[in-house]
């Protein structure tokens, strides 16, 4: 698992993350590996649970702009990442974890909403190191039956829940869509103009830094058929000391789409698009 991931070796890892439901809790034998969603980036809004994950982890992975919002609540060891060296930061996880050593992986927000592809691969390298060839010295040394360790979510609050309550959009008349996320967006881009357009329902959308950022969404939008005066708020580090919420028609934001650099769109990679319907 050294290098990037490769989601066209297959299965993509948010498929292989849902593939079965958690096993149930039991108290007495539970040993879980965690992964905790940290919430929007204020500590405020992370759960006790899983400060207390984080804090109890003898080793702590996530992408570095993560464990940097959580790291003063834990004497952990940190392994920290990028895209780039993902792989090899959650391999060496993995094989920490399958010695006995207790270990959370963080993501933003909540894995439920976007980051599931992350959970597979949390739950990949923690499986691949429990039935590696010396897997099973490093079990004696540990005295556990690591291959029994399950990956257990523990959910956070989703920048998506807070930009509902800023817009004013009750989550059971909209659709949310994740296109944070690797891969082909077909299906994604197709969901969330249907919604707008033909189903009149509000959005809330996560984009992708950056090429598929808000503008770009207006404009595919607008190439759908949707009204262009419809209310647009770009919802930016929400629950941050520096949170801005833009408010534009559909038309005025989608000026600001094309390019997929971070200096081609006035907006950062924290952001949250909510498309008003009238009501």
Do not use: W
Request: proline share 6%; with cysteine.
């Amino acid at each position: 698992m050294s290098g990037e991931y490769d989601l066209d070796s297959g299965p993509d890892p948010a498929t292989f993350a849902a593939g079965s439901a958690e096993p149930d809790v039991d108290e007495s034998t539970d040993d879980p590996v965690y992964v905790v969603g940290v919430g929007p980036g204020n500590q405020e809004f992370l759960t006790p649970r899983g400060e207390r994950a984080i804090r109890e982890a003898d080793v702590v992975v996530g992408f570095t702009t993560v464990v940097e919002f959580v790291e003063e609540l834990t004497d952990a060891d940190l392994l920290t990442c990028g895209y780039k060296d993902e792989a090899a930061a959650l391999e060496t996880f993995g094989e920490r974890v399958a010695t006995g050593e207790s270990g959370t992986a963080v993501a933003m927000g909540d894995p439920n909403h976007s980051g599931y592809q992350f959970v597979g691969k949390v739950q990949n390298a923690v499986e691949q190191s429990s039935t590696s060839p010396d897997s099973h010295t490093r079990r004696d040394a540990a005295d556990r039956a690591i291959s029994e360790r399950p990956i257990r979510i523990v959910p956070g609050i989703s920048s998506l829940q807070v930009a509902a309550s800023r817009a004013r959009i009750p989550m059971e008349d909209a659709e949310f869509v994740t296109l944070h996320k690797s891969g082909d967006l077909e299906d994604d881009v197709d969901r969330l103009a249907r919604a707008v357009v033909e189903e009149d329902r509000h959005l809330l959308a996560l984009p992708r830094p950056y090429d598929r950022m808000p503008g770009d969404l207006a404009a595919l939008l607008l190439e759908r058929g949707a009204d262009p005066e419809l209310e647009a708020l770009v919802c930016e580090k929400l629950t941050h000391e520096d949170e801005r919420i833009h408010r534009f028609t559909l038309a005025d934001l989608s000026a600001h789409a094309g390019g997929d650099d971070r200096e081609d769109t006035p907006f950062s990679d924290l952001v949250v698009l909510a498309v008003r319907q009238p009501v």
